[in-house]
Each structure stands twice: as structure tokens, then as C-alpha cells.
């Protein structure tokens, strides 16, 4: 016997894991980067009450729509919305092809530098900006470029990706609702097609469910191929009045809950307000200079020309109890913990020579009535999970002897278990089947002992990076991460 | 003992029934109402190697799209588009309103009954009366007046609800699709404001995945009231080169599969199969006069105004290697059953007083840790399920007499079953837990007994309307068609 470790594909872990559930799942923390206060009060009662069945507050899954605004609400947007810089990079890039831009407004400002010159023109300026840079291609370039930029663009103050200043808490927030059932919608005024190519990675939220702003396209045939070029005209503007609109046009239904943090949202949170029964609105008060920017103007904060949070609607929200969060006083952490930093570990036992017949006959019995199965292979293979965890990577030697002494200790080799049923646990489209093994006294006291032997290298959580498996599918990965973050205590003891 | 019969809150009587799980799912045929041939072939392959782990085809569950036209690719758009009918008997009702209707074209004439010369004028006239009939209130209001109007709306040929004219092989495909883990979307030149409120109802589609034309509509407050008003103003028109345009717009992903009946689709096709990879075409060929209609003018059929099926279409398809249905040919039946018909039976035994009891207080146990759980209550009563069928309504005195002979003569009191074990399953959010009873040879007898005593009155699958429980969570419905449909052979023996 010998300890598998490192990262393992989960879903075959998931497999004996199983095994030792003997109690019934623990309430654990969903919100673990927000702070105990009335903004996360708010959200969990929420949200206990619309999904208790049998509340008179209760509403069917398929009405369990929440919108929430992108810039400034799920990620910074200062001091400058991302897709200003996205739009700025490709001038750059673009310009040998315009010579005629070194001498024309707003590009030649920007081509030398001043940034502020170029936006002086007010939305005019933007909007050229944003047809030279956006427009002319087809879709699918249009998707590859942002592709190309975004795993390279950082912010210029704390030189992270922009991606990694997606905001944790809301992270959890989303991950949160999906797991009560909850569709999560960006209702965005950046462009749709700008974010449709990362939104599913950084947020979890697919393409469809994605609404923006867009320019028009236009379907036609180039050279025998089906295309949709992008035409330099707006489309639509989902912004104030608009987030409403595009609300309806997309989704069809009116939100029941809806988060935002500018005077841009007041009209999707009033739309969301207005529909019957409970319903939630939140706005984001940045309010926190240290960790990330602090602007209003409301409660004499800083003024900002984009993004702005007036005084009038903190107002609004203060009359209409709309939740508003102080990034400073509500938040535990601001940005996620950093990818690399955090692996995914699966301490196992391997079973024994007769142990393993059994799981390849009965695997071959299976996958002969139904071949879409996952056969025994080398991501595949039998195994008694005894913890999974999230550890920090620079300690991975420190809990690989740990585990190790305490494998040594306990004589793991002379254990013996008794196989006594078969079961099986749905999973999406596939699910998973395996062997019970009736817990004995000195296997539940290795899992005690290699859980406490871990505990000082665990941290809550981490990002789907710290898993070494495929991940193609938010869902299933959303639903891992969970999986692992709450192993201890759930699927112990 | 004795027998509960007639329809039964299926998300109970899951739980019973998994206590007979005995074999691994059987195959049972997913398209039952299509006829074996090209057809039904080619779409159970497509499906089979795009979902199969481990093809070279296979195609990750996010990116399974399928797009469907609705207007007779979904339901039936003869002898004229069903929001035509909608449009006209709002001018009725309007008439009233709008005396100057009495001179003015098309509603002069249209108030007159003579509809063809109403609509000679072609597309201005359509728009006019869209316009007229279809802006002015809120999208409240106006979503109200179709679900007013839909439940009323009979076909002038066969009396039917418009509703109960969609093609039943087409919802056991939507059925089939979903089941693979595909996402089904509405892409229709209809308005989607019109298709929403039943779409959901009658296909399982929701208002999120719904394309369609568009009128503008504006966001206002009405006596402190947020609403979307409907402007008299074209938005969107989502035919022929519009379709692949709705769906980059509203999706943001090409479709892996398309299904389309007339030239209007004809551009959603070409897109679909211009993208990656494998990817699948079907339209549907009206040549069926004696069951529904017969119109082309592709193949020497008749001429249509609108919903043609041009030969030009029918040779692009041949050279494309896309999917034709004929009507007549692929398709064993057309419309579905008459709900009323069709009634969801359970049978069951009701466990003795000491099971009873444990049941409750395990009951009790779960609540305590888990208090979102099914209370037992009237409508969640333990049991244990012997069959789940679906019946003539028509024939339910025989049912209950059959299976009265069949417990009377098997002297059910004097059973007796071993509970040994508890179980879980996850289904959705909630899940349901059970005891777990050995089976003994005699009541696998009386099972099998019961089967075919009850076999004679059976029908292969029934609507939602067959069942008296709640139902208002598509997914969960067709879980529970799917359940029932398939409890023989799969849950039995």
C-alpha cells in the first residue's frame, strides 16, 4: 500500500469517498470572505427564505434568476474599465495599419500616451475608440483576440491579471446562489462579446447568460464560409434604462435578486423591485482606499467620472432597503488567494490485489450495459479516499511527510475492510458507482489522525488551477471545488 | 394494507421504488413516435457520438446547443402562423376602440372576415397589424393577454388548442436532447414575447432560451411602478440571416445541432454547420395532407405563402448531407395523446405501523440537521411503490379491479419485508433518503403479477397533466415523464 497523493481526478475520488459518509451533511460556511454583518446577514436570509420549501417566501428553481453588473460589481474597474485598456492595446496594435491615426483625435492622444486628452471627448471619443477597435472582423476573431489579450492584461497598480481582481467574495456569492438553484446572469453595459470569451472561466457564467452592450453583425458567406462581421454601429446600449430591456429581450424574466454599484444599476435594481413578492437588491460601496479604491461621491467619498455611486442613490437605497456593502467593512478578503498557490490533494489507500478484481470485474459488467461509462484506467482507479483538502503548494513536502508518518505509524498494510454492498450516485449525465467497506474503529482513527496531521497546510478553499484533471465544465468544476473545500468535515468521521 | 392508487406525488414514491432497483438501466427506445429509417437513425448516431466519452466527436454538455424553429418545425403553421390567429382576434377585441378600423386596411377587411384581401398587402400590412395589436401595453400586461388567449385558441381545421397541434415526435426530441445533456433553444421569426408564455408549458423550453423577433420596448416608472413599455417599433427579425444573428446575440454559441422546416431557416443551417467539428441539420418536410398538411413547393408539393420549403432548400439539403424529415414516412404519429386520456398510476403497498413509525422518526432525524427537507405530510405518505405506469383514463375501473384481483388473491397482509439499510439520492437541491427492504420472492412475484394485470391499459408515456401533483419545474417534469415511462422494465424485477 502507498500514498497516492497530490492532486487526483476528483471525480473518481468521489467514488470512495462515499464510503465513509456516516452523518448527515454539517452546515458550513458558503460566504467564508465576507464578514459576520447585516450585508451577509441579509443575503443568507434571503435566501434560506425563497428556497425553504414550504416558506411563504418560497420560489420554484426555474424563477431563480439573479443579474449582477460586471465592472465594479464582480470585478475593478478602477481606474479604468477593463475594456478601455482592451481597446487602448489594440489602437497600439492597429496603428501601422492606420498611419492616418498619428495625426487623428482621440488616437493620436492615446498613440502618444495621454490617455486623459483622448476620453476628454466625452462619449464621442469613446465610442470611435470602440468601433476602430471592435468592429470590421468577424465574431470568431473578435473571440480569439480578447482570448490572446486577457491572459496577458494586468492592471497597471497591482500588476494581477485582471482576471485575478474578479472580486472572492462574489466568487462565493455566485457559486453560493448557483448551489441554491439560482441562474447567475452578467447584465453588463461593456460589451457582451468582450466578456462572453472569460466570464465562464473567472465567474462561472456561461455565455448565454451573459447580456451587454453590442454593436450589430451581419451574417454572410466569405469565401463558402458561414460568418457574422462586426459592423461599426451600436446596437444596443445596456446601461441605466437599458439593463431593464435587455433584461427582458435575453432573459424574459424579471430578476429576483440583482447586484450592481453605480448609478447605471439604479434602474435594474428599481425593475427587480418591482415584481411581486420578496425580492433582493445589493449595491457594492467601494469604500476601501487600502485594499483596492474608495470613490462615491456618495458619503463623501471621491467622485469618479465612470462608475460612479451618487448620493442620491445611496439615498434610494437607504428608503427602498436595498443592501448596501461597505467593500471595507463586509469584506474579509478582496481578491482571490493566487492560483498557483493553493493544490488540491487526495490522501488514499490503494486496495488490495482481490480488491481490485472485484472493481475491474464489476466495471467491466457496467460499462458492457453502458458503454458511456468511465472505464478503470490510469485517471481512473480504485481507491479509499481518506481526506481531501486544499493545501498550500509551498508546503506540499511538509504534508507529504506528515501524512507519511502517520501511514508508517498506523500499520496501514496489516488493515483489513469487509466489502459488503454496491452503490451508486448520480452525477450530471454519467454519476459514479462503487463498493462499500464497513468503517472499522482503527480506519476511522487513521482518517482522524491524517486529518489533524493536515490541518496546519490546509486553507479554505481554492481555484479549480489547483486541480490537475481536465475542467471544461463550470458546473462540474464549481461543484468540485465545493466538494473539496468542505471534505472535512462533510464527508469525514 | 391496502392499494393507493391513481396519481401519486412521484417525488415520494421515488423513494419506495429505488428499494426495487435490482438491475442496471435496460435501453428503452427515446424517440418512440418516429419510425425506424434514415431519419431516426441519423439523429440517435449524431446524439450517441456526441455524448459517448471517449469519441473523437464528443462535445462537452456546455456546448450542447440545439436551436429550433417553431412555427412548423414545432407545431403546426398551417393554414396560417398561429400568432396571425392572435393578431386578428386581438383586432376583434380592440375594434371597439378604433372605430376608424371600419375604413382603414388591413383591419377593414380583416373585421369583415375576409382575411386574404387583409393580408394582400403583404409585409406592411403583417407589420401594421402587429404594431396595432402588439405594442401600446406593458410587456405585463401583454404577457397576460396571450396567457388569456393561448388555453382559448383552437385550430380552424381539426378544433384542437393550437397547443395541442405540436408535433409529438419533436417533444420526445426535445425530451431525448435534454436527457443528453443538451440545452434546447427556441429560434423563431415569431414574436418572443408571444412564444414565452407557453413555451415553457407545451416544449419544456424556457423564457431564457427563447429567440425570436423583437419589438422595442422602453423602461419607465408608472405611478411609482417600474415597467417595460412596448414600443410600435421594430427591434429585431430573427428570419433567414437574422437567425445565426439572435443566436450569437442571445446564446454567444454556435449550435451543435439545428432543426428548421422552411427557407427562413435555411442561414441558422449553413451557421450550425459552418462551425467545428461534427454537428448536425434536420428539416422537417410538410408532405403529410391526410394527418396534417402537405406544402413544398419543394418536390412538386404545393405552394405557401409563408412556411415554404423551396426545392432550391430540399437540393442544398441533399449536397449538404443535412436531415429531411418526411412527415408521412418518419413519423408514426403527429400530434400527441388528448391529456385528459392519459392518467399517471402508483401502485403501492402501505406499510405496517412499526415501519411507520421508524419512518417518521428518521423522518423527524433529517428535518432536525436539514430543515429544507419533505416533511411526511398527506402528500409525502412512506410507501412502497409496486408500479408506476402510465393508463387510459378511460380504463381506470379496470385497473383498479385487475390489481384488486391480483392483491386480493396474493394475501398481501401476511408479508412480510426486512428492512436492512438506508439509502440516499441525490435529486437536485433536495434528494430523497429511504429505507431500504430485502426483497423476498413473493413480493417480486406480486410485482410482476401486478405488471401484467395492468399491462392491458397502458400507454407507452402520458403529458404532465396526467399526474395531480404540482408541477411548475419543467426539468422535474420531464424526470417524471421519464420516470414513469420507463419504471417498466427499468425500476422492476
Redesign the interface.
Known sequence: MKIGSKQKLIRAALVCALAFTAS???ATDPLPSWNEGPAKKAIVEFVTKV????SPDFV???ER?ATFDNDGTLWCEQPMPVQLYFALDRVKALAPQHPEWTTQEPFASLLKGNVQTALAGGDPAVVELMMATHAGMT?VEFEQIVKDWIPTAKHPKTGKLFTEMAYQPMLELLAYLR???F?TFIVSGGG??FM?PWA?KVYGI?????VGS?IK?????RDG????VRLPEL?FIDDK?????GI??????RPLMAFGNSDGDR?ML??T??GSGARFELLVLHDDAAREYAYGPAKGLPNVKLGAFTQALYDQAQKDDWTVVSMKNDWKTVFPPEAAAVTAIDILLEPDAAMLQHAAANNAR?LA???????LDATHRPHITLVQRFVRTADLDKVYAAAGKVLADANVNNMKLEAF?Y?Y??A???GVAGICAKPTREILKLQADIIVAVQPFTVETGPIDAFIAPH????TDAAIIQYVSTFVPKMSG
Open positions: 448527515v451533511a454539517l428556497t425553504t420549501a414550504g420554484p428553481v426555474p434568476i465574431t448551489a441554491n438553484g441562474k457582451i462579446e462572453r465562464d456561461p455565455p448565454e447568460q451573459v453590442s453583425t451581419k451574417f454572410e458567406m464560409k458561414p460568418v457574422l446596437n434604462g437599458g439593463k431593464p430591456v427582458n429581450q435575453q432573459i424574459g424574466r434602474e428599481e425593475y423591485e418591482g457496467l450495459v453502458f458503454p458511456k461509462g468511465f472505464a454492498k452503490y450516485a448520480p450530471g449525465a454519467v471544461d465544465d463550470p458546473a
